[in-house]
């Protein structure tokens, strides 16, 4: 009797989103393979939980190592997994570090994609591997009109945005050139105690923990004005998984609909550790004091202004919500809590481990 479990192929699993989903899927019974890039550190924390010794007879989570820069690499893993689903997940996700690095991100993020697209059809999967794209709502970047949904034109503002412009319509290419179940999400900032700490919420939530714990004593922050719709990425792979499972393939917005300045994100994050902050000064010279001692705790570093800023997202999920039956649950208020509160116990932990 044949194997009637469905195959996954996650590319960037060793990621927020990879993280999150590799668990939804092997909780649906899926057998997942992985792909992960060789690094000369340890780069699978966030899925260490999940980790099967390879020795055992029948594992249900496989990692091969790779790159979505190398075409042949992305031949071998998918016809060796000949998964059904494919999501597409690995990218230089950094849209400041895109800035610096726009060769690579046009790279691994625009003909990564394609690559992917191009195995599949190759090796002649196109009837069986559904393939789901991780687009973006910085394809939306200067504001045409808000909110933002799967008709409003796009405007891309960084090289990862350009990037993963190039992608979403190749996505859309193979779907109506050769009839591929491929579809992209494009998913609003989606957060959580597993979100990269270079990104804001995370950088501000780490850094409210460890000023609590006097580990830190300042924040250095950019462009407090952005406004971003935040929801949780646990809720927006099960929309992925969601997509991937409809008769069509089709583009669907994943977003709260509510959108938040970072300075707001910012006070809530010190509110949780009991501190409230007092804005002082504007633009580069603003700072941010903690009212009951007067220490600034707070300090904007033009070192991390773009040199296009995406001002303002705020999505509409109806389609999704009446196609898909996705909906959003927790607030960027709750967001906030749960990522201050995952640090917390992080960074008190290592102290108590530093003092043992
Ligand atoms: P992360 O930055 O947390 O994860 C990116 C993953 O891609 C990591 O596993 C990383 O590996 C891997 N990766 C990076 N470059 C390559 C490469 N050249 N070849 C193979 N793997 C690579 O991103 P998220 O989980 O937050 O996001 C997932 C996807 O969704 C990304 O494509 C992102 O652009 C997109 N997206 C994210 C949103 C968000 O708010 N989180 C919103 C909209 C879209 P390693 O761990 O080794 O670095
Ligand atoms: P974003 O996320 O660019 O929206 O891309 P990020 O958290 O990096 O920035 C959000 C906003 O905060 C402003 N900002 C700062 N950002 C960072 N990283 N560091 C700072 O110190 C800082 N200060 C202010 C930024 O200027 C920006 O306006 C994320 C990524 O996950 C992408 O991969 C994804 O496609 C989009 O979300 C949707």
């Keep these: 009797m044949g194997d009637s479990r469905k195959v996954a192929l996650i590319t960037g699993i060793t990621g927020q989103d990879g993280a999150y989903l590799a668990r939804l899927l092997l909780k649906k019974g899926y057998i ?20 099967q010794d390879p020795h055992e007879s029948d594992p249900r989570l496989i990692l091969h190592y790779g790159d979505l ?16 689903e494919i999501y597409n997940l690995a990218a230089q996700s950094h849209v400041q570090v895109s800035f610096e690095t726009p060769e690579y991100t046009a790279n691994a993020d625009g003909i990564g994609t394609l690559r992917l697209l191009e195995a599949i059809r190759l090796l002649g999967l196109t009837d069986k591997t559904r393939f789901y794209q991780a687009s973006t709502s910085e394809l939306y970047g200067l504001v045409q009109s808000v909110p933002q949904n799967e008709t409003t034109p796009f405007y891309p503002r960084s ?24 579809s992209n999400g494009i998913l609003f900032n989606h957060e959580s105690p597993l979100r990269g700490e270079t990104f804001v919420t995370r950088k501000i939530s780490r850094a409210a923990a460890a000023i609590y714990l006097g580990k830190q004593d300042k924040l250095y922050l950019g462009n407090l004005d952005a406004q971003r719709d935040w929801g949780h990425a646990r809720e927006y792979v099960r929309g992925m998984w969601m997509m991937i499972q409809q008769d069509q393939p089709d583009d669907y917005v994943l977003a709260t609909g509510k959108t938040t300045p970072v300075r707001q994100f910012v006070e809530w994050a010190f509110e949780d550790i009991g501190v409230e902050i007092e804005w002082r ?42 196609k898909l039956g996705w909906v959003h649950e927790t607030s960027v208020r709750e967001l906030a809590a749960e990522m201050v509160r995952e640090d917390l116990k992080v960074m008190q932990t290592s102290v108590v481990m530093k003092e043992a």
């Design 69 to 84: 820069t190398d075409s042949t690499n992305l031949i071998r893993v998918v016809q060796e997994s000949q998964p059904d």
């Design 159 to 182: 090289p990862y945005a350009a990037a993963k412009l190039y992608a979403y319509w190749m996505v859309v290419n193979y779907r109506e050139g050769y009839g591929m179940h491929a």
């Design 32 to 51: 997942v393979h992985g792909i992960k890039r060789r690094s000369s550190s340890f780069n699978t924390g966030r899925i260490e939980d999940l980790y």
């Design 281 to 322: 000064g504007k633009g580069v010279g603003e700072k941010g004091y903690d009212v009951a001692s007067g220490r600034c705790l707070v300090q904007v570093d033009p070192r991390y202004f773009r040199p296009t800023e995406v001002d303002l997202l705020l999505g509409d999920a109806t389609k999704a919500k009446e």
